[in-house]
């Protein structure tokens, strides 16, 4: 069997993985010289997404073979709304992992597990690719090929403006901030790469690259915050819905494929799960659409939960945050191993034709034009 893989991210990767596993050895195209953003950044993992597993990292190898090593596990919590703070201590809130080039990257380490050959500096086309091969696996981490087939709908689009910084932090931590003032419909986040060094990002809803810099501007002000900055950075992110995730020999997956949580952006493990997930319905010759059906509606849980904060003032944010942290919440959210999100996005599920939640959005409108670049 013939399998092309446009796109060494890490959905391509593990896709690949899982094909090796199953004797097959795909051609693997990647437009980069290597596997990985340009920049380096850290990135959460929340056990919290994916209730009632205990160890995300564990259930990645056990369930879907895929092993690798986080640079932390995450400890500590600490959140800022404008006129609410609160920390919250937990034996594990999950892990963190570095992404990009560097060699301790979850890029990395996957490239280091991968027999198959990539070839690099290859910016493929999947229309002519469909044609030469028996599967097409799309993991190229954006809608461009979901939206020429048609299939792609836009739930949330930001601007994520970041930096890598230097001072004094914890590795265990992350801090995050709610501040409608520079963060609409989104937030921002420090996470560190070593006591000395860090990712400080923040993510706007729908605003262009001039408007992005007045926030970020806006956010350190705000916060007082003067770290000396090593590296900047600028990228649009997008969550969206795809239906089907198959296209006669086409399938998508990873952010391409929206497998994406739209509720905070976190899209790592549903890249890692649907790589794996894709490569084990052409290994098997099993219907990639059932096999991926429990992520889908994972994924389309989430959706709910992004139209409610969709809705979210920064009243509503120091409400939230004060509550949340109550003891009686704090002991559910962060103590016990109730899936909290599965139980609200089914409850929002469920009231959603009854409310106008969709109307009472406080975000800009995503422009329609951005979701029909051709990559044909
Ligand atoms: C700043 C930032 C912070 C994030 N933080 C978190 C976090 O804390 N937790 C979390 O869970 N998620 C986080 N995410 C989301 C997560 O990183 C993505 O959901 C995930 O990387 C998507 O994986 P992917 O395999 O779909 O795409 P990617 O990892 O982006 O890989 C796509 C690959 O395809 C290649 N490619 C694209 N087009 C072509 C083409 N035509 N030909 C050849 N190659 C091509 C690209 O070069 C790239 O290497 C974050 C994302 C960003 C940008």
Redesign the pocket.
């Known amino acids: 069997m013939k399998i092309a893989i446009?796109?060494?991210?890490?959905?391509?990767m593990s896709c690949a993985l899982e094909l090796e596993r199953n004797g097959i050895y795909p051609d693997i195209?990647?437009?980069?010289p290597r596997?990985?953003?340009l920049f380096n950044?850290v990135?959460?993992?929340l056990q919290l997404m994916n209730r009632p597993v205990r160890n995300p990292l564990d259930w990645l190898k056990r369930d879907y073979h895929i092993n690798i090593h986080p640079i932390a596990t995450w400890k500590k919590l600490t959140m800022n709304s404008p006129n609410v703070k609160r920390v919250v201590n937990s034996r594990k809130f999950g892990y963190f992992l570095e992404?990009g080039q560097s060699e301790r990257s979850l890029?990395t380490q996957l490239y280091k597990q991968i027999k198959s050959r990539i070839n690099f500096n290859?910016?493929?086309?999947y229309s002519e690719l469909a044609r030469e091969y028996d599967y097409v696996v799309v993991?190229?981490?954006?809608r461009q090929i979901s939206a020429t087939l048609g299939i792609w709908k836009n739930i949330f689009l930001t601007k994520?403006r970041?930096a890598i910084v230097k001072g004094n932090f914890n590795p265990e931590e992350l801090i995050m901030w709610v501040d409608t003032d520079y963060a609409l419909g989104a937030y921002a986040y420090l996470?560190a790469f070593s006591p000395t060094r860090a990712s400080l990002?923040l993510i706007h809803a729908n605003a262009n690259p001039q408007e992005m810099e007045r926030h970020w501007l806006t956010f350190l002000k705000k916060e007082k915050l003067d770290y000396q900055i090593e590296e900047n950075f600028l990228?649009e992110?997008i969550a969206g819905t795809v239906y089907p995730h198959q296209v006669r020999n086409i399938i998508l997956?990873?952010?391409?494929g929206g497998?994406?949580e739209s509720f905070l952006?976190?899209?790592?493990?549903?890249?890692l799960r649907s790589?794996v997930l894709a490569g084990r319905a052409i290994a098997k010759r099993l219907p990639f659409g059932k096999i991926i059906a429990e992520l889908d509606k994972e994924m389309r849980r989430s959706v709910r939960i992004r139209e409610v904060l969709n809705t979210m003032d920064n009243d509503d944010y120091n409400h939230l945050i004060a509550t949340g942290t109550f003891p009686i919440i704090r002991q559910i959210n962060y103590h016990t191993n109730i899936p909290v999100l599965r139980i609200a996005g089914d409850i929002l599920e469920l009231i959603r034709f009854s409310t106008n939640l969709r109307q009472k959005s406080i975000l800009p409108p995503i422009p329609i034009k951005s979701a029909n670049k051709k990559?044909k």
Do not use: C, D, K, Q
């Not at 195209?29 to 980069?32: K, T």
């Not at 290859?122 to 086309?125: G, H, K, L």
């Open positions: 446009i796109g060494a991210g890490i959905s391509g195209f990647e437009e980069r596997p990985g953003e950044h990135a959460g993992i992404r890029e290859y910016r493929a086309n993991a190229t981490g954006n994520v970041g996470t990002v990228l992110h997956v990873g952010a391409a497998f994406m952006g976190f899209g790592t493990i549903s890249a790589g990559n």
